[in-house]
């Protein structure tokens, strides 16, 4: 069955790079997440999608990060100029409707700025 | 911001032995939500409970929520060495999408011994 997947696995950046993260949420699902996850903490909220509109960015922490999600289906995380403290994991979750129902998380994105 | 707090931060059991994790949290909630997460790997849902539950089991899991308490418990029976995780409580506050957001604590890492 087709759970949510993201790619990149991994990237490596150098500092000031533009990285673009993806994510494929589970078909049919109307809401979608990403989350920022630093070493030994818990997912922090970043941002939400339900279909293509973005009702909630107030967790990106720099107007470096940017998120679409253009056909209500497939998501783009891009953070450009990145800087050291962008390394984390990156996690995109959907749920199938548009309330507080259970999230299905992707196996995420780890990002390594140098 | 993370919201919930689990206690202990670390457990170290014998396979065989019931683990019991503690979740505090501060605002009031839709529904608390439990998850584990392998080393490198991304969050399985495991639970969820609703504020106007108690109690809730699946398989060797076992859940409660005390909203006066504003804490949850999660009770695994007989653990395995395949439960080695770290887990997480997530609360959602809201009930409409843009509010459905998961609040994580920092985790509570779990080790059965084999």
């Known amino acids: 069955g087709a759970g949510v997947s993201q790619s990149p696995r991994y990237k490596v950046a150098k500092r000031g790079q533009d990285v673009a993260l993806r994510c494929d949420p589970i078909s049919g699902h109307v809401s979608l997440f990403w989350y920022q996850q630093a070493l030994g903490q818990g997912p922090e909220f970043l941002t939400y999608?339900?279909?293509?509109?973005?009702?909630?960015k107030s967790g990106l922490p720099s107007d470096r990060f940017f998120a679409e999600r253009p056909e209500g289906s497939v998501s783009t995380l891009k953070i450009q100029r990145t800087q050291q403290e962008d390394s984390a994991v990156y996690l995109c979750?959907?749920?199938?409707?548009?309330?507080?129902?259970?999230?299905?998380f992707g196996p995420g994105t780890r990002l390594t700025v140098l | 911001s993370q919201q919930g707090e689990e206690d202990p931060q670390a457990l170290s059991i014998q396979e065989g032995e019931n683990a019991t994790m503690n979740c505090s949290y501060k605002t009031s909630i839709n529904n608390l939500q439990w998850y584990r997460q392998n080393s490198g790997r991304g969050l399985v849902h495991l639970i969820l409970?609703?504020?106007?539950?108690r109690e809730k089991h699946s398989g060797r899991l076992r859940v409660t929520l005390d909203t006066s308490k504003k804490s949850s418990s999660l009770l695994i029976t007989a653990s395995r060495a395949a439960d080695t995780a770290s887990y997480f409580c997530a609360t959602v506050s809201g009930y409409t999408g843009a509010n459905s957001k998961l609040t994580f604590g920092k985790g509570i890492t779990l080790s059965v011994r084999p």
């Open positions: 979750a959907s749920s199938l409707a548009g309330g507080p129902d259970t999230q299905y």
């Open positions: 999608f339900q279909n293509e509109a973005q009702l909630d």
């Open positions: 409970i609703r504020s106007n539950e």
